[in-house]
């Protein structure tokens, strides 16, 4: 047997590692990109309708 050979639970550890170092990168981008954006105010369509019974924006933050 050669020296190089890695033994089957080995890949497992190596491939559960890589996985949650993917996840935890992912969620560590999302959270960066939480922090860092600000979003520009939008109009919302139904934000000038005055129709009883119709849904809107609770309250403008702009």
């Keep these: 047997m050669s020296g190089l050979a890695i033994r089957p639970r080995t890949w497992v550890l190596l491939a559960a590692g890589a996985g949650l170092s993917l996840l935890a990168l992912a969620n560590a981008h999302m959270i960066y ?5 600000e979003p520009d105010c939008v109009a919302h369509l139904k934000s000038e309708s005055v129709t009883p019974g119709e849904y809107r924006a609770a309250g403008s933050a702009c």
């Design 33 to 37: 990109v939480a922090v860092v954006s």
